[in-house]
């Protein structure tokens, strides 16, 4: 009787540890996407065309972030939520 609930309490311990290391693999999984490419200017709106057709928003911003960021250097949309502002970037 002994050995049984031992045996018991092993496979419960397995399945256990085996949740908890399915879960923490999911979670990695979903913090570690790919975030987008701001370089340039042309990969910083297409990060935006795709965040803004992904979210349901208008794309209006993306284009006027481009025609500055080619002039500037520097990408900003930071009018909105989801807006931000990096400089540096290269113009092409």
Do not use: K
């Amino acid at each position: 009787m002994q050995h049984l609930s031992r045996a018991v309490a092993l496979v419960a311990g397995l399945i256990a540890t085996t949740d908890l290391a399915t879960a923490r693999d999911a979670r990695d999984a979903r913090s570690g996407a790919r975030q987008p490419d701001f370089s340039t200017c042309s990969s910083a709106r297409n990060a935006c065309v795709v965040g803004t057709a992904r979210r349901g928003h208008r794309q209006g911003g993306c284009e006027r972030a481009y025609r500055t960021c080619m002039a500037s250097g520097t990408w900003d949309t930071y009018d909105g939520m989801y807006g931000r502002r990096v400089s540096g970037l290269a113009r092409r």
